[in-house]
């Protein structure tokens, strides 16, 4: 069972002390295993959107076994990690929330997609997302669809 020292709740908690971006911080030199991505943000200075539930299909992994993917990874290895996180769905495990930047092009979910996927195949139509953007002006266009997604849910 894949347990987390970075919860979800402690991401909620953060978020209310204006100190989101530190629990990221946090989170990807520990249990997300992503100090790239840590160090990026860390450079970078990135405009944070607040911490939303986020339909699953709107998100856009960049790892993965298929074809076009940024980062290629083996179909067995994929399917264990997913497979294992998906057990860990089953017993009860609250997955932190995933990462969604724009820093390469588009937006892109740059932390969880082994999570998304195990989400997915789980029956999970949205989950919490925190979303990075490299500019403030950027984050416009997700702005005006995050607040309409907000108030129909």
């Known amino acids: 069972m894949n347990e987390y020292k970075h919860t979800l709740t402690e991401a909620f908690l953060y978020q209310r002390n204006g100190a989101l971006f530190q629990w ?18 860390d450079e970078h200075n990135p405009t944070t959107i607040e911490l939303i539930e986020f339909p699953l299909s709107k998100l856009v992994r960049i790892i993965g076994p298929e074809d076009g993917l940024k980062f290629r990874e083996p179909q ?25 930047t724009d820093f390469w092009g588009d937006l892109q979910l740059s932390d969880g997609s082994h999570r998304h996927e195990a989400l997915i195949r789980s029956g999970f139509k ?28």
């Open 126 to 153: 949205k989950y919490w997302t925190i979303f990075f953007f490299s500019k403030p002006e950027k984050s416009t266009s997700i702005r005006q669809p995050v607040e309409q997604y907000k108030r129909n849910y």
């Open 24 to 41: 990221a911080q946090d989170y990807l030199r520990t249990d997300g295993n992503n100090e790239k991505l840590a160090d990026y943000l």
């Open 76 to 100: 067995d290895v994929w399917e264990s990690r997913v497979i294992s996180l998906k057990q860990s769905i089953k017993k009860g495990v609250k997955f932190p929330p995933l990462i969604v």
